[in-house]
């Protein structure tokens, strides 16, 4: 017994199995009982008293109707005593009931109740015939369905049947409630939150699943935390040979292989710092220095850069402008990757700056009217080192890092940021931000 005890409660089918099961028992129950209840309250006839079939004469004045038989009595007689009349001979066949519910044809004799009465049977119900004048007068009990009763006892099944169904449901909603606990798990995980876990205690294949599924969690945050590191490492190390390659570029005449070679290091070093800052706003508690600045103006000082733009940069601010606390460098960084991508991919034509305020939140568009991103790469573009030209020529664009970046600072504002593009027509990106920071672990100026 305590081995299938076991058993049921480590296999999630065996309960699910046990309940339905049950429930299917329990409907059987209910319904055949209810039926048989509702049956026997209809057809239940109590027997004919014994002082009746005693005093038949003068109970059931037989007189009074006649014979040949007066009718209009023997209906105010039919409904007097609640009963049945029936009339039958050779020439007749009259019922005050148009509901022949018994066939008196069939009945059996019984006993004798008098010289021209006797007692006759069929179904276990009794019958009394009464012989006169070449008549036949049979009278039985007319049953009257208890109404009341029968719909009483159907809606108590009923009822009992939408309990069992609630407790069955209520049931079901239990055992299944780890499910939404993995569903929730499994978003907040694929959302990059990698230090959530389940809570369970079970120890069917629902724990099991549980189990498994933090364990992979673990084992991502240890692979990405180990490449983070890595990364980091290599960035680090990466930054002495490279200083060495400046200084002693210095030392070389200028021509234009060197000018080259200052470029591809100057690259490199961009790079660099774009990855170790990446990390460093990928960590679970980033650190923004943040300050309160008039955020449409900061806007427009930073596009002073690009006046000498040939396609025309316009930039649109609200009046009166107004003030939310960013980190300076981060955003300065984010608008000018922005900016640098639209005069790369504008193709000289206009590009728009505007800036918008609702509640607390603004918004910050960067609008090109370039060669757009296709809708298929719409998706992955603001991942690390993704790039819509995967042939990764210099003259189309960087290491895909730039919208990576600008993805984390916004995040780490607590904000986000938007691509919409069509090919052909141009690419809007658009950044929102709180007007406070809600990045954890910020440190306000």
Known sequence: MNHLAQSIRRSLF???????????LLFIVIIAGTLQLVSNSRNTIDAIPDFFTRNIDSIIDIESIGAPPNLANAMRLAEELGWTIQIRSPIMRWSSDTDDRIDVSQAEFDHTLSADAEI????????????????????????????????????????????????????????????????QGAERIRNGDLGFRVDSDRQDELGELTESINHMADSLQSMLEAKRQLLLAISHELRSPLAKAKLRLEF?????????????????????????????????????????????????????????????????????????????????????????NAVRHGENNPI??????????????????????????????????????SSRRRNTGGTGLGLYLCRLIAEAHGGGLKIDSKPGEGTCVTVKLPRRPGAAGESVA
């Open 14 to 24: 065996l309960r699910l199995l046990l309940i339905f099961g049950t429930t299917v």
């Open 120 to 183: 006759r049977r069929i179904g276990g119900e009794d019958i009394i015939l009464v012989e006169r004048g070449g008549y036949e007068f049979y009278l039985y009990q007319r049953v009257v369905p208890e109404a009341g009763a029968n719909n009483i006892v159907l809606y108590a099944g009923f009822a009992l049947a939408a309990f069992v169904l609630l407790l069955n449901y209520i049931m079901v909603n239990r055992l299944l409630a780890p499910v939404r606990l993995l569903k």
């Open 252 to 340: 070389l005449e200028d021509s234009e292989q060197t000018g080259q070679l200052r470029e591809d290091i100057n690259d490199i070093d961009l790079l660099i710092a774009d990855l170790i800052e990446a990390e460093r706003l990928n960590q679970e508690h980033s650190v923004l220095v943040a300050e309160a600045v008039s955020l449409g103006g900061f806007v427009r000082s930073m596009t002073a850069q690009y006046i000498e733009y040939k396609g025309s940069l316009e930039v649109k601010t609200p009046r009166p402008d107004q003030e939310f606390h960013i980190d300076k460098l981060r955003i300065r960084l984010l608008l000018t990757n922005l900016l640098n």
């Open 352 to 389: 728009t700056v505007r800036v918008s305020f609702a509640g607390e939140e603004a918004r910050i568009e960067v609008i090109d009217q370039g060669e757009g991103i296709p809708g298929e790469h719409l998706a992955q573009i603001a991942e690390p080192f993704y790039r819509a030209d």
